[in-house]
């Protein structure tokens, strides 16, 4: 069984700067994509950045330049550094393996990331 845990979060200043984590087990986790999603109060759940098996990354135009995802396959992790951190940041921050697109495993709890003066 796929297990998803994040952490990492925090309350930060605007301007400010952290690294998520997220360790993956029940999964060949060198083989799959992974993502970190967020969800902000009242709003849908959305991709933040993707990061494949080969290391080709991709993110959303609201975090590019800001944000870097990367991974350790020998620790089956998964980070997000974010920097330039911004109140619009605030969420509470996912990750999960893809494919095609489609998030696989179930959702764990996510880490809150609070951006705030």
């Known amino acids: 069984q796929v297990q998803l845990v994040e952490s990492g979060g925090g309350l930060v200043q605007p301007g400010g700067s952290l690294r998520l984590s997220c360790a993956a087990s029940?999964?060949?986790?060198?083989?799959?994509?992974m993502a970190w999603y967020r969800q902000a109060p009242g709003k849908q759940r959305e991709l933040v950045a993707g990061i494949s098996s080969s290391g080709i990354t991709n993110y959303a135009a609201s975090v590019k330049d800001r944000f870097t995802i990367s991974r350790d396959n020998a620790k089956n992790t998964v980070y997000l550094q974010m920097n330039s951190l911004k109140p619009e940041d605030t969420a509470v921050y996912y990750c999960n393996s893809v494919v095609s697109g489609i998030p696989q495993g179930r959702w764990g709890q996510g880490t809150q990331v609070t951006v705030s003066s």
């Open positions: 029940g999964i060949v986790f060198s083989i799959y994509t």
